[in-house]
T-cell receptor, first 112, second 110 residues
């Protein structure tokens, strides 16, 4: 499968725990994005990387959230001290150019 | 920032009929408008897109139109089939991030 992959697909955690998600983009894509999607809503932008540089962060990305793309390939999204409001689908997308974005299957986070 | 409104939120059509979903956007700097189809529990799938220098684009049974002056764009699906049933999202972008509408749940009744 040469599409965007994400791991894990599901994560259940207790409030206050830290979680980390991984995204592997399509190999030749240098742009990588993280979005969050809650039930009945469209995806909301969180952050954007071009190669290893994080170029933009949404105000939705509180201090408890951090994202990295250390070698310009895969990316990780960490949430510290999770809260019930963090429960959502976390989607990663990659792009070969300025526009078209191709999404991964997402990681569904449930915070108990 | 950009704001995208999408209507209707739900749409039911008989198999073989056409479906139209409409979106408006607020930022005149937006120049890229994709449409995504999302089936239950699956990833959003890019089905068609249009750029601001084009007024209409067609791909088999799917077409998108764009009116930059009025800041609205629409998705048209002809000869609908049951497998078209899904949630459809419009989005707008001026640089890199996509701003999505809230989605339209399309049900195609056999």
């Amino acid at each position: 499968d040469t599409g965007v992959s994400q791991d894990p697909r599901h994560k259940i955690t207790k409030r206050g725990q830290n979680v980390t998600f991984r995204c592997d983009p399509i190999s030749e894509h240098n742009r990588l994005y993280w979005y969050r999607q809650t039930l009945g809503q469209g995806p909301e932008f969180l952050t954007y990387f071009q190669n290893e540089a994080q170029l933009e962060k949404s105000r939705l990305l509180s201090d408890r959230f951090s994202a990295e793309r250390p070698k310009g390939s895969f990316s990780t999204l960490e949430i510290q001290r999770t809260e019930q409001g963090d429960s959502a689908m976390y989607l990663c997308a990659s792009s070969p150019s300025r526009n078209e974005q191709f999404f991964g299957p997402g990681t569904r986070l449930t915070v108990l | 920032g950009e704001n995208v409104e999408q209507h209707p939120s739900t749409l039911s059509v008989q198999e073989g009929d056409s479906a139209v979903i409409k979106c408006t956007y607020s930022d005149s700097a937006s120049n890229y408008f994709p449409w995504y189809k999302q089936e239950l529990g699956k990833r959003p799938q890019l089905i068609i897109d249009i750029r601001s220098n084009v007024g209409e684009k067609k791909d088999q049974r799917i077409a998108v139109t764009l009116n930059k002056t009025a800041k609205h764009f629409s998705l048209h699906i002809t000869e609908t089939q049951p497998e078209d049933s899904a949630v459809y999202f419009c989005a707008a972008s001026g640089s890199y991030q996509l701003t999505f509408g809230k989605g339209t749940k399309l049900s195609v009744i056999p």
